[in-house]
């Protein structure tokens, strides 16, 4: 098949699948989600993906009682109705179904909701344009909730002026973007937002500091500003499909293209790294 979706136990093409008007993730946004890349029909980093999702369930307080194991099957499973090799998989857990009360109901149970579909991996060749938005979401953006409306408002304005990603600032000082963290080379240093409630910890995010680490390249988890990103050496987008799509253009300025040997090292390092983790 060319996509899957799931409720609750029911297996669906995406565009069939009907879910209950009264899902709580449906008026209130009031549940929590994951978006992972699936390769050949194996997880790339589910563990950390599983990780944080259980501690954005703990911070919405949903009892989401399915073990790791079984929700792993039913995500296997829906990979494995797709027939494509790359696929990106979404879940999301809301609190249940119930008439609109906004307190927590009794009573109701949670629901699950999951789907998958083919998406190839993003060209990381290019370098890409991006505008500036100042950050407008809430106080805890650690939390990976289903409350996007500042990300999606973004998301189009960036698109309206022909970008791939709006990047979020606070006071001028650089958040992450409206999907994506955003990672900045100056001085052969690799520095990104710390992960505290501002942005979201990015497991491309970790995974790169991880590997610029190992290869002897510096990292600091320190902000940093507009100006100081409009004078970096590079800047890379990182997400799940993003993977690290380098920055051209901020804000109609042209920025960046000063280190483009240590990008391209950092960038070989997370393909071949996301490759091995899914052979093994
Ligand atoms: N977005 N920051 C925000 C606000 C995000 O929404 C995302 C992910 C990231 C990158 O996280 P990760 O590396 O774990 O994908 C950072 C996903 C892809 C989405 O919303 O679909």
Redesign the pocket.
């Known amino acids: 098949m060319e996509n899957i979706g799931y409720y609750n136990g029911a297996f669906a093409p995406i565009e069939e699948l009907m879910i209950p008007a009264c899902d709580r993730g449906v008026y209130f946004g009031d549940g929590v ?1 994951e ?2 890349r699936v390769e050949r029909h194996r997880f790339f ?1 589910l563990r ?2 599983l990780s ?1 999702f259980r501690a954005s369930l703990a911070f919405l307080r949903i009892p989401f009682e399915m073990t790791d194991e079984a929700l792993t099957a039913i995500l296997q499973e829906a990979a494995d109705r797709v027939e494509s090799d790359s696929q ?1 998989l ?1 879940f999301q857990v809301t609190r249940g179904s119930a008439i609109r009360t906004h307190a927590f109901p009794e009573g109701a149970e949670p629901n699950l909701l999951v789907f998958s579909r083919g998406v190839p991996l993003a060209d990381l060749s290019e370098h890409r344009r991006v505008i500036v938005l100042p950050d407008t979401r809430w106080e805890h ?1 650690n939390v ?1 909730s289903l409350n ?1 409306i500042p ?1 999606v408002l973004a998301a189009e304005a960036a698109k309206e002026r022909g970008c791939c990603e709006a990047v979020f600032h606070r006071n001028g000082v650089v958040t ?6 955003l990672l900045m080379l100056k001085d052969g240093v690799l520095r990104t937002a710390p992960a505290d409630e501002k ?9 790169f500091l991880m590997l610029a680490r190992k290869l002897g390249v510096p990292v600091e988890e320190i902000a940093f500003t507009l100006e100081e990103a409009c004078g970096a050496d590079e800047l890379m987008i ?5 993977h690290g799509l380098p920055v051209g253009e901020l804000e109609g300025r042209a920025v960046c293209g000063r280190d483009d040997a240590l990008l391209r090292k950092l960038q070989k390092a997370y393909r071949d790294y996301f490759y091995a983790s899914v052979e093994n």
């Open positions: 989600y978006a992972l980093a950390e993906h944080r990106q979404y953006c990976k996007l990300s992450e973007c409206s999907s994506s963290n942005i979201l910890p990015g497991v491309t995010r970790g995974h990182t997400s799940t499909s993003a």
